[in-house]
């Protein structure tokens, strides 16, 4: 079981900023991938950022160049930097946690709400 708790989602004006980060803790597998997604009413939920346990990351289109996530391994913690924020980026940002050696497991945080007024 591994717990993952998100913070730092607020109100902010377009082209703020914010920082989101979210713990783990729990039975947390040395290699994993940790993730940030996000969710609007009525939509899919979308992959917005990844990072490996080796650092490696990847974004989506529509938040590269704005938005960066780094992690603290020491901390089981990962943190999204997002910058020059837009409406569209109004949604509530889960945190993800996937590990794929040996077996598969995957945990989700409970969310926190991140909404950008225009």
């Known amino acids: 079981q591994v717990q993952l708790v998100e913070s730092g989602g607020d109100l902010v004006q377009t082209g703020g900023s914010l920082k989101l980060s979210c713990a783990a803790s729990g039975n947390i597998f040395s290699v994993n991938d940790m993730g940030w997604y996000r969710q609007t009413p009525g939509k899919q939920r979308e992959l917005v950022a990844v990072i490996t346990s080796e650092g490696g990351t990847i974004y989506a289109d529509s938040v590269k160049g704005r938005f960066t996530i780094s992690r603290d391994s020491a901390k089981n913690t990962v943190y999204l930097q997002m910058n020059s924020l837009k409406s569209e980026d109004t949604a509530v940002y889960y945190c993800?946690?996937?590990?794929?050696?040996?077996?598969?497991?995957?945990?989700w945080g409970q969310g926190t709400q991140v909404t950008v007024s225009s």
């Open positions: 993800h946690y996937r590990r794929y050696l040996f077996k598969n497991e995957e945990y």
